[in-house]
């Protein structure tokens, strides 16, 4: 016969193997993980409307210069605030949604392409009143962030890179290959998909907690039919950004994992070759996202970069 403490336990420990297979439970947890995250980096949710259409963006505010902080394809702002706890208090910090991404407007009769997502978030930036800024970019976020910097020299301070897009590596990544034999990992269509895909963006997975990683993979699935939209939408307009890159004629910084298989390593001679003004670090034992990969060390990289070329400094 089971005592009353035991059998409490039992029902408890029922509970939550239920739970954990209730979507709307799992939900509810996650949001609350989300939140947690972001209060820890002093990050509040936002929008702004361009042109009646919003943009969603996380900010942090602080009395010094201003951080801009754009995420890679598929991706959103919540990439961002692990790296922005190791950031200095004196920074205001805003990271977006891309158009398309998150919590920003997703519209099936718009074009997605890069220079779209650059004037759009360009428009954002006027609205908000961003006047001078530093400009951070992840994968695609370092793509746009290239083009819009290009266009607004007067209005960029300096220009990181961490694993960007928008050119072609040397040394084909384990992405390409998958690509050219008609398999986009970047767009999964089923959860083991997305399980899959962790494995090409990171060398060492972080931990993800329960239930964050089984709501991770729904909703990608869920989001692949615009998420294949917007990918035919950049490369459908592709220009490699080798062609603007004599024109970032400001300190970029280009930050790479060195066991990148998205975007590879080899990638980072191509920027170095054309922009006027970088500096490369190579970061070991590391993947495609860096500023979730290795948070402090990151941030660690990146305002060492920032006490050498910024007008201001905390």
Same mark, same amino acid.
């Given at each position: 016969?089971?005592?009353?403490?035991?059998?409490?336990?039992?029902?408890?420990?029922?509970?939550?193997?239920?739970?954990?297979?209730?979507?709307?439970?799992?939900?509810?947890?996650?949001?609350?993980?989300?939140?947690?995250?972001?209060?820890?980096?002093?990050?509040?949710?936002?929008?702004?409307?361009?042109?009646?259409? $919003?943009?969603?963006? =996380?900010?942090? +505010?602080?009395?010094? *210069?201003?951080?801009? @902080? &754009?995420?890679?394809?598929?991706? #959103? /702002?919540?990439?961002?605030?692990?790296?922005?706890?190791?950031?200095?208090?004196?920074?205001?910090?805003?990271?977006?949604?891309?158009?398309?991404?998150?919590?920003?407007?997703?519209?099936?009769?718009?074009?997605?392409?890069?220079?779209?997502?650059?004037?759009?978030?360009?428009?954002?930036?006027?609205?908000?009143?961003?006047?001078?800024?530093?400009?951070?970019?992840?994968?695609?976020?370092?793509?746009?962030?290239?083009?819009?910097?290009?266009?607004?020299?007067?209005?960029?301070?300096?220009?990181?890179?961490?694993?960007?897009?928008?050119?072609?590596?040397?040394?084909?990544?384990?992405?390409?290959?998958?690509?050219?034999? $008609?398999?986009?990992? =970047?767009?999964? +269509?089923?959860?083991? *998909?997305?399980?899959? @895909? &962790?494995?090409?963006?990171?060398? #060492? /997975?972080?931990?993800?907690?329960?239930?964050?990683?089984?709501?991770?993979?729904?909703?990608?699935?869920?989001?692949?039919?615009?998420?294949?939209?917007?990918?035919?939408?950049?490369?459908?307009?592709?220009?490699?950004?080798?062609?603007?890159?004599?024109?970032?004629?400001?300190?970029?910084?280009?930050?790479?994992?060195?066991?990148?298989?998205?975007?590879?390593?080899?990638?980072?001679?191509?920027?170095?070759?054309?922009?006027?003004?970088?500096?490369?670090?190579?970061?070991?034992?590391?993947?495609?996202?860096?500023?979730?990969?290795?948070?402090?060390?990151?941030?660690?990289?990146?305002?060492?970069?920032?006490?050498?070329?910024?007008?201001?400094?905390?």
């Amino acid at each position: 016969m089971i005592s009353g403490r035991r059998f409490v336990f039992a029902v408890f420990f029922l509970c939550i193997v239920w739970a954990g297979g209730c979507a709307s439970v799992q939900d509810r947890l996650f949001v609350a993980a989300v939140a947690t995250e972001r209060s820890l980096a002093g990050m509040h949710e936002s929008s702004v409307a361009v042109g009646g259409r $919003g943009i969603s963006y =996380l900010k942090r +505010e602080g009395p010094g *210069e201003t951080i801009v @902080l &754009l995420h890679g394809f598929g991706a #959103d /702002k919540d990439n961002w605030p692990r790296f922005v706890r190791n950031l200095p208090r004196d920074y205001r910090v805003v990271a977006f949604d891309l158009p398309g991404h998150g919590s920003s407007f997703r519209d099936w009769e718009e074009t997605y392409t890069i220079s779209f997502m650059a004037d759009t978030l360009g428009q954002a930036f006027d609205a908000l009143k961003l006047e001078r800024f530093h400009l951070v970019g992840n994968s695609m976020g370092g793509w746009v962030g290239t083009i819009y910097t290009s266009r607004n020299p007067d209005r960029v301070m300096t220009l990181a890179l961490f694993d960007s897009a928008g050119t072609e590596s040397p040394v084909p990544s384990d992405r390409q290959k998958a690509l050219e034999q $008609g398999r986009n990992v =970047l767009v999964p +269509e089923t959860e083991e *998909e997305f399980h899959e @895909l &962790l494995g090409y963006a990171f060398h #060492d /997975k972080p931990f993800i907690p329960w239930p964050i990683g089984s709501v991770l993979a729904r909703r990608a699935v869920q989001d692949a039919p615009f998420k294949r939209k917007i990918f035919a939408d950049v490369n459908g307009a592709r220009r490699d950004v080798r062609e603007v890159l004599p024109e970032v004629n400001l300190p970029v910084l280009i930050l790479w994992g060195a066991h990148d298989r998205i975007t590879h390593v080899s990638a980072a001679q191509v920027f170095e070759r054309y922009l006027p003004k970088s500096e490369t670090v190579i970061m070991q034992e590391c993947g495609h996202m860096p500023m979730i990969e290795k948070p402090r060390e990151t941030a660690g990289r990146y305002v060492d970069f920032l006490r050498r070329h910024s007008t201001g400094t905390p």
